[in-house]
């Protein structure tokens, strides 16, 4: 499977603009999947409306203690890095929130006396959208803190669709997050917007999809005139420019009130499928 992740340096830029309008260009033609990987606020589903097909739950592994193995020798106090266990001569605490499921306390342990256990922490949900286009929507339970085993599970549930391609709205920033969702990525798209703050953003960006070794272009959104200092940026590092969205009164009004921008605006339908067609060729698919 081919994988195209939409990132951006911070929120607000369009990912899930350029993700939906690209994915439904795209539906026209082959079949792919959307997976709307921004699981602690997902939207794609707001503007790609279709009947749920699965649901399931995503967990995280936390330790349990086993009754009357334990001999309160404190190695998983003292061994575990994130503070989630704590030992009072053979009473054991487990704080699930802040278990990153190393292993560390259930693996050396000597008494055997932890096991692992699930804990649900979000949801998983596909739906389909038309003959060719399936959304999946991984989802962050409230209250939950862990974004990243979300992400892989929702990732992982993608092999299910036999689909050859899809595209990863990934989490905004450059967090865990976000490299979960895009560092296996045959290539990246990235999404900024002409203004000081979203150079500053694209430059952390950037310098991420550089570090995981990926290949990226990048789309300039919402874009009025062009911003000088972006330009000069993106041509100093030798960035390919997909695609410019020019912005206007009437794309904003159809995004608020969620609406498919391209499905009544010919010149942008014409943007979209040209975004489409280019990261095709990007990742060689259909070659």
Same mark, same amino acid.
């Given at each position: 499977?081919?994988?195209?992740?939409?990132?951006?340096?911070?929120?607000?830029?369009?990912?899930?603009?350029?993700?939906?309008?690209?994915?439904?260009?795209?539906?026209?033609?082959?079949?792919?999947?959307?997976?709307?990987?921004?699981?602690?606020?997902?939207?794609?589903?707001?503007?790609? *409306?279709?009947?749920?097909?699965?649901?399931? +739950?995503?967990?995280?592994?936390?330790? *349990?203690?086993?009754? @009357?193995?334990?001999?309160?020798?404190? &190695?998983?106090?003292?061994?575990?890095?994130?503070?989630?266990?704590?030992?009072?001569?053979?009473?054991?605490?487990?704080?699930?929130?802040?278990?990153?499921?190393?292993?560390?306390?259930?693996? &050396?342990?000597? *008494?055997?006396?932890?096991?692992?256990? +699930?804990?649900?922490?979000?949801?998983?949900?596909?739906?389909?959208?038309?003959?060719?286009?399936?959304?999946?929507?991984?989802?962050? +339970?409230?209250?939950?803190?862990?974004?990243?085993?979300?992400?892989?599970?929702?990732?992982?549930?993608?092999?299910?669709?036999? $689909?050859?391609?899809?595209?990863?709205?990934?989490?905004?920033?450059?967090?865990?997050?976000?490299?979960?969702?895009?560092?296996?990525?045959?290539?990246?798209?990235?999404?900024?917007?002409?203004?000081? $703050? @979203?150079?500053?953003?694209?430059?952390?960006?950037?310098?991420?999809?550089?570090? %995981?070794?990926?290949?990226?272009?990048?789309?300039?959104?919402?874009?009025?005139?062009? $911003?000088?200092?972006?330009?000069?940026?993106?041509?100093?590092?030798?960035?390919?420019?997909?695609?410019?969205?020019?912005?206007?009164?009437?794309?904003?009004?159809?995004?608020?009130?969620?609406?498919?921008?391209?499905?009544?605006?010919?010149?942008?339908?014409?943007? &979209?499928?040209?975004?489409?067609?280019?990261? %095709?060729?990007?990742?060689?698919?259909?070659?």
């Amino acid at each position: 499977m081919k994988k195209i992740a939409i990132a951006s340096g911070k929120g607000g830029t369009g990912k899930t603009t350029v993700s939906t309008n690209v994915a439904l260009a795209l539906s026209k033609k082959i079949k792919l999947t959307l997976a709307d990987l921004d699981v602690e606020e997902p939207d794609a589903s707001i503007f790609l *409306q279709g009947k749920e097909i699965s649901k399931r +739950d995503a967990v995280k592994k936390i330790p *349990q203690i086993i009754k @009357g193995k334990c001999n309160g020798c404190g &190695f998983c106090n003292k061994n575990c890095n994130f503070n989630a266990i704590i030992s009072f001569s053979d009473t054991v605490l487990v704080f699930p929130e802040l278990c990153h499921s190393c292993r560390i306390c259930v693996d &050396f342990c000597s *008494q055997e006396a932890l096991e692992f256990v +699930d804990m649900k922490i979000g949801e998983i949900s596909s739906f389909k959208i038309n003959s060719n286009l399936t959304l999946t929507e991984g989802k962050l +339970d409230i209250g939950q803190e862990m974004a990243v085993p979300v992400i892989a599970q929702s990732k992982n549930s993608l092999q299910e669709s036999n $689909f050859g391609l899809a595209l990863l709205d990934s989490p905004p920033g450059t967090s865990c997050s976000m490299v979960e969702a895009t560092k296996d990525a045959d290539y990246i798209v990235l999404v900024t917007e002409p203004t000081p $703050f @979203g150079l500053n953003d694209l430059r952390l960006a950037v310098e991420t999809v550089k570090a %995981l070794k990926r290949k990226f272009g990048v789309i300039i959104n919402r874009e009025t005139e062009k $911003f000088e200092k972006l330009e000069k940026y993106l041509e100093s590092e030798n960035i390919e420019i997909l695609a410019r969205i020019p912005f206007s009164r009437e794309t904003a009004s159809s995004l608020a009130a969620g609406k498919i921008i391209a499905r009544k605006n010919s010149e942008l339908s014409s943007v &979209f499928t040209e975004i489409g067609n280019k990261i %095709l060729e990007r990742v060689n698919y259909g070659a």
